[in-house]
């Protein structure tokens, strides 16, 4: 069945760095564009980045994270990143990642992992 | 980037109640439009895809409707696992945009 693990949260201190991992199994991860989708405590979501299923074609960022955060991917290890620099407080979330339904980039998410919490603060 | 507007932003509903929910868009997004339920603590679940599509082993109480700007969600009889939080989403550009969310608690 699919599967998919974020790991890698937690706290830490404005200006510093996180990556973020995703483990997916169950399926032909390298045949799918990914998706992280964040949000923050008691809010609603808000999407983050994709990246194309080759890892290569294209990546993608929401304003708030452009310059800051990178996606990528290691299709041997079926495995998602989320990179993110300069943490403000404003990143504080829940951080997931997501699969669309078909594979391609617009699509909505038909699986999602468990969420790893992300809490920046002094 | 597109905005989606969901109203109210909290229902208070009872049990055997039919519910509706709105999802409005900035601008012409087709059928590009998903739901998605949130439990306390967990992550969304697909209800609904291109805006009236059920997602496989979602229950036929759940239904959608809509085109262009307006989408609206229905359940028709309320049940106790339905109190939740609900989240349209729209799919017609790569920057996939959600609405602000309504929470369903019981009355």
């Known amino acids: 069945q699919v599967q998919l693990m974020e790991s890698g949260g937690g706290v830490v201190l404005p200006g510093r760095s996180l990556r973020l991992s995703c483990a997916a199994s169950?399926?032909?991860?390298?045949?799918?564009?990914f998706h992280w989708v964040r949000q923050a405590p008691g809010k609603g979501l808000e999407w983050v980045a994709v990246?194309?299923?080759?890892?290569?074609?294209?990546?993608y960022y929401a304003d708030s994270v452009k310059g800051r955060f990178t996606i990528s991917r290691d299709n041997s290890r079926n495995t998602l990143y989320l990179q993110m620099n300069s943490l403000r407080p404003d990143d504080t979330a829940v951080y997931y990642c997501?699969?669309?339904?078909?594979?391609?980039?617009?699509?909505?998410?038909?699986?999602w992992g468990q969420g790893t919490l992300v809490t920046v603060s002094s | 980037d597109i905005q989606l507007t969901q109203s109210p932003s909290f229902l208070s509903a009872s049990v055997g109640d039919r519910v509706t929910i709105t999802c409005r868009a900035s601008?012409?997004?087709?059928?590009?439009l998903a739901w998605y339920q949130q439990k306390p603590g967990k992550a969304p679940k697909l209800l609904i895809y291109?805006?009236?599509t059920l997602q496989s082993g979602v229950p036929s109480r759940f239904s959608g409707r809509g085109s262009g700007t307006e989408f609206t969600l229905t359940i028709s009889s309320l049940q106790p696992e339905d109190f939740a939080a609900y989240y349209c989403?729209?799919?017609?550009?790569?920057?996939?945009?959600f609405g602000g969310g309504t929470k369903v608690e019981i009355k």
């Open positions: 997501a699969r669309p339904r078909r594979g391609v980039i617009t699509d909505p998410f038909d699986y």
């Open positions: 169950g399926f032909t991860f390298s045949t799918y564009t």
């Open positions: 990246i194309s299923a080759d890892g290569i074609t294209f990546d």
């Open positions: 601008q012409d997004i087709s059928s590009y």
């Open positions: 291109v805006a009236s």
């Open positions: 989403q729209q799919f017609n550009s790569y920057r996939l945009t």
